[in-house]
């Protein structure tokens, strides 16, 4: 197809180089390896001249860093290509400038040819390949249609990037895992983000000095199957997930660690132990059940069982009491009783969750299970998330509510929306709010808890000069 932008972009670039520096705007859609995966992407650009801007209105460059893992996820990516247009439009006219337009993350894997028929995007690049935006940018201005670029190499990603640049934040995700082997059979990300890749040992480590030399205190390992990462360690030997925590437990500055998201089947005996052990491991696992009917987790492919998931729930609860749980469900997957569904639902009795997140089914191209017969009625669907939700809620307003009048440590991350509010998480990862000085941020104090909501905790910074360092 003719693109009638290349030109216009030709002349934008040059002009804008000469002119002033180049900017670029990320929005970022879904999980939070896309943050991660902006961040990063934001560090290449940053090597080739651009910088970060908070608005579109601004930038030379939108990046549109996109989920898949459900319908109404990827659907928002064709909204927002549809306001960029708009925007697009309306530089044009007024001062004949560019915006140059990039659709990353797992819908431009999954659908980069329907995104190129179906809008006008310059760029197109796939979750392991966008450590090569500045070489992209330079192949679009030469091209009359989009650059696609939509390959598989994540470790020549890893070792390409430059390293993190200064974020204000004293809590950093480092991804260490990427992509999936289990293809559970309601799930894209082995489509989109390939097969599993641990990073080594000495890569993880020396991100993780990195950020801790940048005031850094808290770092969330993350990975689609984090707790199946098997990295080569410094002799050559693969070391797994409990290793690496260790490791990482002796980086100065460092004074927590968290890891997400994990499968029930790599939940092993070390890792277990390493919350007993561990005291940098905060005491907070998300470990996704996904259904309570051990015939609908056969159908997704899921490889365990109920029983086992109860089990290592047992082990883990022994190795370290306070754990709290959160976890992933859907409802209405292909063929789901009623039956099923209160399965789900006595579950998460039986379980209590401090946090979960709830879906309906969403059939995804591609994957064995949206070819399904016996899909659930949308109604259906519904009306069980709905219960479901009213008792993930009530469990999680009970769990912050049993926290009041407890002292509990606080990593201050930021200020609050309130003047004089600062802003933190529990080590169960609840979010906390407190009236407190700024200097606070970046340190971990202990708190009184004096109030709780459904989604946070409120507390009361009794004396300044004694919070740690
Ligand atoms: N429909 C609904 N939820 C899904 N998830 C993954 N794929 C789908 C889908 N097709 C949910 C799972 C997973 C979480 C990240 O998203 O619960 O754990
Ligand atoms: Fe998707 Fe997680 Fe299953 Fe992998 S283990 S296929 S990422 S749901």
């Known amino acids: 197809m003719q693109d009638a932008c290349a030109p216009e972009i030709e002349k934008d670039a040059r002009s804008t180089a000469e002119a002033r520096e180049k900017r670029v705007f990320i929005k970022t859609f879904g999980c939070q390896m896309n943050v991660y995966d902006s961040e990063r992407m934001a560090d290449a ?81 796939g979750p392991q390949s966008y450590h090569r935006l500045p070489e992209l940018i330079e192949r679009r201005v030469g091209t009359r249609g989009p650059v696609i670029e939509t390959e598989f190499p994540a470790a020549e990603k890893f070792a390409s990037l430059p390293a993190p640049k200064l974020r204000a ?10 992509g999936c082997d289990k293809f559970c059979t309601f799930c894209v990300v082995p489509y989109t983000r390939g097969a599993e890749y641990s990073r080594p040992v000495a890569q993880i480590v020396e991100e993780a000095k990195r950020l801790a030399e940048r005031g850094v205190r808290e770092i969330t390992l993350l990975g689609q199957n984090v707790n199946a990462w098997a990295g080569e360690g410094p002799s050559g030997k693969i070391w797994t997930l409990p ?13 927590r660690l968290r890891f997400t998201t994990s499968h029930p089947n790599d939940m092993s005996d070390a890792l277990i132990a390493a919350h007993r052990d561990l005291p940098k491991l905060m005491p907070y696992l998300h470990l996704p059940f996904q259904s309570g009917s051990d015939r609908i987790l056969k159908a997704m492919n899921r490889k365990h069982r109920m029983d086992d998931y109860l089990r290592i729930l047992d082990r883990l609860r022994d190795a370290r009491p306070d754990l709290a749980l959160s976890t992933d469900i859907i ?91 600062v802003v933190g998480r529990s080590p169960y990862l609840q979010p906390v709010y407190a009236d407190g000085d700024p200097a606070l941020i970046g340190h971990i104090a202990d708190v009184e808890i004096a109030g709780a909501s459904q989604n946070s905790l409120r507390a009361v910074i009794k004396n300044l000069d004694v919070y740690a360092t």
């Open 45 to 125: 650009l940053g090597a080739a001249g651009f910088v970060e801007t908070g608005a579109p209105e601004d930038a030379d460059l939108v990046i549109l860093n996109t989920c898949h893992i459900r319908e109404k996820a990827a659907e928002k990516v064709f909204s927002e290509l549809g306001r960029l247009r708009v925007l697009r439009e309306a530089r044009r006219q007024n001062d004949g400038g560019n915006l140059m337009i990039a659709v990353a993350g797992c819908v431009a894997q999954a659908e980069g040819e329907e995104i190129a028929r179906r809008a006008t995007v310059d760029i197109i690049v």
């Open 243 to 255: 290793d690496l925590l260790a490791a990482l437990s002796a980086v100065d500055g460092i004074a």
């Open 331 to 421: 409802v209405g997957f292909p063929g789901e009783t009623d039956a099923d569904f209160e399965e789900t639902m006595r579950m998460v009795e039986r379980v209590h969750f401090a946090q979960a997140y709830s879906f309906k089914y969403s059939p995804r191209p591609g994957t064995p299970a949206a070819d399904r017969a016996e899909q659930v009625p949308e109604d259906v669907k519904s009306e069980r998330l709905a219960r479901l939700q009213a008792l993930l809620f009530a469990q999680q307003t009970a769990f912050n509510a049993a926290m009041v009048g407890r002292t509990l440590s606080v990593l201050w991350e930021s200020r609050g929306r309130n003047e004089g509010q």
């Open 169 to 178: 934040a004293p809590s950093a995700f480092l991804t260490v895992q990427e």
